[in-house]
């Protein structure tokens, strides 16, 4: 019996619990939204000045910003994966919309930092 209970233990604590939403995600959210405005300034200042950008950076900010709280996508079995990013992919998205030049860079410098499952989710808005 005492087998038993040892092997049920060992698979719970072996079974790795699902990442959830929690309030760091929606304030990185609620930041990552305030900060899209000038990354659309900044990003239609360098294709004035001559950047050659196929984002459209409206709409790419919002969905970067929406992801933060959305589950991964899995594009082989066309299926949610049941991942979210964990609240250091949902920092680096909103740092990084308040800081990159551009939506071209935004991507770039998120995609070279994320973790697998953020990059899932970001799957959501942009295919790697």
């Not at 680096?92 to 800081?99: E, H, M, P």
């Not at 930092?113 to 899932?120: E, K, V, Y």
Request: glycine share 6%; proline share 2%; aromatic share 8%.
């Amino acid at each position: 019996m005492k087998y038993l209970v040892a092997a049920i233990l060992s698979v719970g604590i072996a079974i790795p619990a699902l990442a959830q939403v929690t309030q760091t995600h929606k304030d990185q959210q609620a930041r990552a939204q305030n900060a899209c405005p000038g990354l659309i300034k900044r990003h239609d200042a360098a294709v004035a000045a001559g950047l050659s950008s196929y984002y459209a950076p409206a709409e790419d900010c919002a969905c970067m910003v929406n992801v933060i709280t959305e589950q991964g996508w899995d594009d082989y079995n066309m299926e949610y994966t049941g991942q979210y990013m964990s609240q250091a992919d949902a920092i680096l998205v909103a740092d990084t919309i308040s800081s990159a030049g551009s939506i071209d860079d935004a991507v770039s410098l998120i995609y070279d930092s994320i973790s697998t499952d953020g990059s899932a989710v970001l799957s959501n808005c942009f295919g790697k």
